[in-house]
């Protein structure tokens, strides 16, 4: 599970840094259309091929999408993102791209936060087993 939380973890990372970047301005390649979130980041298994030969199950953000979106065409569109539960979705319809990006970079903060503190928590080694460490240095 570690493993798991750790791709988490580098792949949110890596969401947060695109977003900082600026990955979500105008394409150069596609200046016509919008640049959707997720799906045209490299995050995505899919980013760049219009066949989508990958399912979405195979993506990591799946963990975020609530059960009754798992089976929509983007279901990483409906991620909640707040408290209020605004989703990608939402911002698209009701929203601004500037709203939204930083929602979204809020969410993945505080997703990074989690999972680093979980993470930390799970490999700090029980004070007996500190104990047997520090025996054998």
Not at 33 to 62: I, Q, W
Not at 63 to 84: G, H, M, R, W
Not at 104 to 111: E, P, V
Request: glycine share 4%.
């Amino acid at each position: 599970m570690a493993q798991d939380e750790r791709e988490v973890l580098d792949l949110l990372r890596f969401a947060l840094k695109f977003l900082e970047d600026g990955g979500y301005g105008r394409s150069p390649h596609t200046p016509w259309r919008p640049t959707f979130v997720f799906e045209d980041s490299p995050t995505c298994p899919n980013m760049g091929d219009p066949a989508r030969p990958h399912p979405c199950s195979e993506c990591l953000l799946m963990k975020f999408v609530p059960d009754e979106s798992q089976e929509e065409t983007f279901p990483c569109s409906f991620i909640p993102l707040n408290e209020a539960g605004q989703t990608v979705d939402y911002f698209y319809r009701c929203g601004t791209q500037l709203e939204m990006e930083e929602v979204l970079a809020a969410w993945l903060r505080r997703q990074i936060t989690r999972i680093e503190q979980q993470l930390a928590t799970s490999t700090t080694p029980w004070p007996e087993e500190r104990a047997e460490f520090s025996k054998l240095a």
